[in-house]
């Protein structure tokens, strides 16, 4: 009897030991998938342009490994000013917009955000009145900016109509002021993003220190100056990483603002990797300046990412 | 309390008590800003609607005086996009449409899986993974779009080889196929952080307990979080569907001509440079580029700044 039974018993049990097994090891085949397609597409990607940046690729990608030459290139081209060098159009064009985007977007946030937080009626409807640039893809915003801003029908001509014949604005067909276009249309569409964040920052602020600085006989300016924006310092910092990282990986608005970016007058890193790579058939310097952008975007995102993390209980 | 409660939730504190004067300039500023937030979308739908030499020759801030649907009409069915054979832009907008539905079906169920893995299912090592899928929210594409270029040439060539073969592509090579596969690759990380930040605060206890009673991964996925889930998956679905819509660099790497998405549809109207420029047509046509997202918007605008917070890491 027991020499029939023992294998019938012992089959379920381990059936029942495989089960629990993979019970166990279900969660980790779950996530496994999305990690490799992480692992292989974003980092395996990214070590793959790594390469490419030290090869000689021109239309196709190949694997003769030339060193730092495409480095050494782009670091001439940063300090080639006479003509400027397309590399060192899109740094200055760079400091330009991202300047001009993340502190404009960062005051006009701010500011936003103190207006809206005084108790105001109608709120609900002004609140995303700001907030609905975001919704539209920056080739739509691009797109209605240039109309705005083209002298031939836009702001220039209304404001003629309107009998301000010497009104001048011509900056968005002019190549050497086109860059603080996109600036504008940047800010117009990120600034409500950035009114979000104060918003709920300010939200957040503890009624009682309010009310003691009350009491203590603070104005109402004082208590922002000296109690209230201290306290968003770490909203400050999130949104300027935010900011940041979006200044760099600025692309379609560029485009869009511009018609197209002519003679490379409102080149960005962005557009500048495009171009070499996909037009005109120097791939590996192309790579090379990918790297470059995802080193900048590494340095202020690692850390950022790090602190977020850490800073989250258990 | 998730930030974005907390923006639209009054706060319990005493107003600071303002002068009329005061209060007068904060009125004032707050419309003034209202003003220029809306004004390109009204001088948008203004030119949309208006005959061309009232565009070109009025000024854009006057209401239309021939009220006209003619640049709507043409923008859907007419307009000739740079030298594509199609013409207007809807098929563009379908194309748009077949691209953004699996591709937000797929990253939003992945992303929940993860999160929970990533929450109620912890290995040694998770804060390494999900730090890791973190980061790709924030890389620029341009440091995977050469490889990606290459991939996906490879799968054009497969899909050849299977149409000499059999007659069919099964997809490979498909332009819609693989922009659904990029914007799934790369909205992963976006989709797993959200699920993983709102799964965090899901009670574990009740895991705890359904994993007493002997249910398995799937009936505890199914039974417990997914009800549960509803707002996440609207927040995540928005953001999603905003972001793969608006999408143009991948867009115009990876799909060109007929096959092309919207956005990439609109930039190539606005830009071509032949002929007379049709403003009004052009502004019609950005104007239906922009309703889908602009209509989930006002339909879902809570989840919408939701969605927008989160991604900026703060859960």
């Known amino acids: ?314 | 309390m998730s930030a974005a409660d907390l923006i639209t939730s009054a706060p319990d504190r005493e107003p600071a008590r303002h002068s009329l004067l005061t209060r007068i300039v904060i009125y004032g500023l707050l419309v003034i800003f209202a003003f220029v937030y809306l004004i390109p979308l009204v001088v948008m739908v203004m030119t949309s609607l208006k005959p061309l030499d009232e565009v070109t020759g009025g000024n854009m801030f006057a209401l239309p005086q021939h009220l006209t649907l003619e640049p709507w009409i043409k923008a859907w069915g007419e307009a000739r996009i740079g030298v594509s054979d199609t013409a207007g832009i809807y098929g563009y907008f379908l194309n748009s449409i077949k691209m953004v539905v699996p591709a937000v079906l797929i990253s939003t169920v992945l992303g929940a899986l993860n999160g929970f893995v990533l929450t109620k299912w912890r290995f040694p090592g998770h804060k390494i993974v999900f730090g890791m899928m973190l980061f790709a929210c924030f890389i620029p594409f341009q440091s995977v779009i050469i490889p990606m270029a290459v991939i996906l040439g490879g799968l054009g060539d497969i899909g050849r080889s299977l149409i000499d073969l059999t007659g069919y592509s099964f997809g490979f090579g498909s332009p819609t196929v693989n922009l659904v596969i990029v914007h799934v690759i790369y909205g992963l990380g976006f989709t797993t952080l959200f699920f993983r930040n709102y799964y965090e605060i899901f009670p574990t206890e009740l895991i705890k307990a359904a994993m007493i009673d002997g249910a398995s991964f799937f009936q505890i996925f199914r039974r417990i979080l997914l009800p549960n889930s509803t707002p996440i998956f609207i927040v995540t679905v928005i953001y999603q569907f905003t972001n793969i819509w608006n999408d143009f660099l991948f867009g115009s790497t990876f799909a060109a001509g007929d096959q092309a998405p919207m956005t990439v549809a609109l930039n190539n109207l606005v830009n071509t440079s032949t002929g007379v420029v049709e403003y009004n047509v052009n502004m019609a046509a950005a104007i239906i580029a922009a309703a889908p997202t602009l209509f989930v918007y006002i339909v879902g605008g809570r989840y919408f700044v939701r969605g927008l917070m989160a991604g900026a890491v703060k859960g």
């Open chain 1, 1 to 314: 009897m027991s020499s029939i039974t023992a294998p019938i018993a012992a089959e379920p049990r381990s059936r029942v030991v495989l089960r629990a097994r993979l019970q166990d090891w279900l969660p980790r085949l779950v996530l496994a998938p999305s990690f490799l397609i992480v692992l292989v597409f974003v980092y395996g990607f990214n070590l793959w342009t790594v390469f490419l940046s030290f090869t000689n690729s021109k239309a196709f990608a190949n694997t003769n490994l030339i060193g730092w030459a495409n480095y050494e290139k782009l670091w001439n081209w940063t300090f080639e000013t006479d003509p400027p060098s397309g590399w060192y159009t899109a740094l200055v064009n760079m400091g330009i917009f991202g300047g001009l985007y993340v502190v404009f977007c960062l005051v006009l946030g701010l500011t936003l955000a103190i207006l809206l937080d005084q108790k105001i009626r109608g709120e609900g409807i002004l609140r995303p009145i700001y907030l609905y640039p975001l919704a539209l893809s920056f080739i739509v915003t691009g797109t209605a900016w240039k109309l705005f801003l083209d002298p031939r029908i836009g702001l220039e001509k209304a404001m003629h109509d309107w009998g301000w014949t010497s009104f001048h604005f011509d900056w968005v067909v002019n190549p050497r002021m086109m860059i603080y276009c996109v600036a504008i249309a940047g800010i117009w569409q990120t600034s409500g993003f950035v009114m979000a964040m104060f918003l709920a920052g300010l939200r957040g602020v503890d009624g009682e220190i309010l009310k003691a600085a009350q009491i203590d006989g603070a104005s109402a300016y004082q208590t922002y100056r000296r109690i209230i924006i201290p306290m968003m310092r770490p909203v400050f910092f999130s949104a300027l990483v935010v900011l940041a990282h979006m200044a760099i990986k600025s692309y379609d608005l560029v485009l869009s603002v511009t018609g197209k970016n002519p003679g490379g007058a409102a080149e960005l890193p962005s557009t500048f990797m495009y171009s070499y790579t996909f037009t005109r058939n120097q791939m590996a310097v192309g790579s090379t300046s990918a790297v470059i952008m995802l080193m900048t975007i590494a340095a202020i995102m690692v850390p950022y990412i790090y602190s977020e993390m850490r800073e989250k209980p258990q």
